[in-house]
């Protein structure tokens, strides 16, 4: 649903995770099999991958200042599961993070979550307000105050019902 496009770097994986849930209309992609091998999933890999997608967003849904939607697993929890390493380049000595094993995606997610710590640009990676929504979107706002991943759609039906519930 988000007009703001894609989060940067390995942000857009954990964004588009969380984004294979349509929570308004209860479509899941993770149930296709293009889907699953977009994210490297086996069949037997969707309910710990739906357990990752789900704590990622109470994550976001923090970094937009909203409440958790429900009680989940801790994302510490899930990405202490999924060591990192440092590795460095001999040629140029730069040093970067790197997953133990690239295959799983919850690596690949702890991988990109330690890179966008580092860049600082993990907090901007937000999940809209709106009950019905809870898509992931970059928030690119100079202030970084974004509360929908839509203005025209979901920031937009939030300012109507305010309006409507103070009356005439």
């Known amino acids: 649903m988000s007009e703001r496009g894609h989060a940067p770097g390995g942000l857009e994986l954990v964004q588009s995770l969380v984004n294979t849930l349509d929570i308004e209309s209860g479509a899941d992609s993770l149930d296709t099999a293009e889907s699953r091998a977009r994210f490297g999933l086996a069949a037997d890999g969707v309910p710990s991958a739906r357990e990752l997608r789900e704590s ?15 009680e989940v697993t801790p994302l510490d929890a899930l990405l202490a599961r999924a060591p990192l390493y440092v590795t460095v380049d001999a040629r140029d000595g730069s040093a970067a993070l790197a997953p133990a094993d690239v295959r799983p995606l919850l ?25 019905t929504c809870h898509w992931a979107y970059y928030d690119r706002s100079p202030a970084g105050r974004g509360r929908w991943c839509s203005m025209q759609v979901c920031g937009a039906r939030a300012k109507m019902r305010r309006y409507r519930a103070k009356g005439p």
């Open 107 to 131: 690596f690949r997610v702890a991988a990109a979550v330690a890179e966008s710590v580092v860049a600082g640009t993990w907090t901007r990676l937000k999940a809209c307000e709106a009950e």
């Open 56 to 70: 990622l967003r109470v994550a976001l849904l923090a970094h937009a200042g909203h409440p958790p939607h429900r």
